[in-house]
């Protein structure tokens, strides 16, 4: 069946370094869509892509979509400890049906 | 107040049990889903409904079922048949692209 994963899986940075993650689909994706989870809390809608390469920016976050519509990755720009978290991307495997990847738990040390 | 709302926080249960998880929503969505997150896993989908009396089997349905009587609750039994059923459970629901997901509720089965 169709799997997303992520990478890596854990991501320690110093406060003010970057920090990026990667999601790969093993299938083309309609769309993909980015969330964070805070500790101990729920998933929290960030950010959906729709188009072939497509870049989306919020604040110190910037979205990618792959050309291919298999991978996507979130970039951060100089970390704050807010930062702290899980992100997840999530790709539609079917109608209103979506495959989460793995998650990358982000430490921020400040 | 709108919001999700899964009740309760924490469950214990004896092995062999069924138990029922809650999910209320006052968003007037008419999609909702279950997920299942475990360490190192993401989320992972069990069941799903489009519109109320109708629901559909996600990745991992075996050994839980649900019901949509009403628009707004969407609870998941867990039944004895649920092999590992000890996890973090989160209900969601959806409008149009984003994902609005409950608190949760930590099931730990002994």
């Known amino acids: 069946g169709q799997q997303v994963m992520q990478i890596p899986q854990y991501q320690h940075v110093q406060e003010g370094e970057d920090f990026t993650t990667y999601c790969n689909s093993s299938t083309t994706l309609s769309n993909i869509q980015w969330y964070k989870q805070r500790p101990g809390g729920h998933p929290v809608f960030l950010i959906q892509l729709v188009k072939s390469g497509e870049v989306k920016k919020q604040k110190r976050l910037t979205f990618q979509f792959g050309e291919a519509k298999k991978n996507s990755s979130l970039h951060i720009t100089a970390t704050q400890t807010t930062d702290v978290g899980t992100y997840f991307c999530?790709?539609?495997?079917?109608?209103?049906?979506?495959?989460f990847g793995t998650g990358t738990r982000l430490k921020v040390l400040a | 107040d709108g919001g999700i709302t899964q009740s309760p926080k924490y469950l214990f249960r004896k092995e062999g049990q069924n138990v029922t998880l809650s999910c209320e929503q006052n968003l007037n969505h008419d999609a909702m889903y279950w997920y299942r997150q475990d360490p190192g896993q993401g989320l992972r989908l069990i069941y799903y409904s489009q519109i109320v009396n109708d629901f559909q089997k996600g990745d991992i349905a075996e050994g839980y079922s649900v019901s949509r009587e009403k628009k707004e609750s969407f609870p998941l039994t867990v039944t004895s048949a649920q092999k590992n059923p000890t996890a973090f459970y989160l209900c969601?629901?959806?409008?149009?692209?984003?994902?609005?997901f409950g608190p949760g509720t930590r099931l730990t089965v002994t």
């Open positions: 969601a629901s959806r409008r149009g692209e984003e994902q609005y």
């Open positions: 999530a790709g539609q495997g079917g109608t209103y049906k979506y495959i």
